[in-house]
């Protein structure tokens, strides 16, 4: 009865890759209305890694940027990422240059 109180529940999927090849995601069941910023501080995989949650935090919803004050929607799939260590470019002129002398 609890959950009748709180009005509808909506399933969403919090995911986030703290390096490559390795992905957490937390399922979490949220009253309806709820934004992307309830569900990533909810999931607590920012915490776990030591994030704080602002403005300079991309996140998206489906592979799509969107800011953190989103409503959600039945099962969305929230997404934290990790900020860029290297500019691709520059990774890229890396990889060619190590090519070349090899």
């Known amino acids: ?15 986030f890759s703290p390096q490559p090849r390795e992905v957490e995601e937390v399922a979490l069941q949220l009253p309806a209305g709820s934004t992307v910023a309830q569900a990533v501080e909810a999931s607590g995989v920012l915490a776990k890694h030591g994030l704080a949650l602002d403005e300079h ?15 959600l929607r039945q099962d969305d799939r929230v997404e934290v990422y990790r900020p860029l260590k290297v500019d691709p470019k520059e990774a890229r002129r890396q990889r060619y240059r190590k090519q070349k002398a090899g």
């Open 1 to 15: 009865m609890a959950h009748a109180e709180q009005g509808p529940l909506i399933d969403v999927l919090v995911c």
């Open 57 to 71: 935090l991309a996140v998206g919803v489906w592979m799509k940027l969107k800011p953190l004050d989103t409503v």
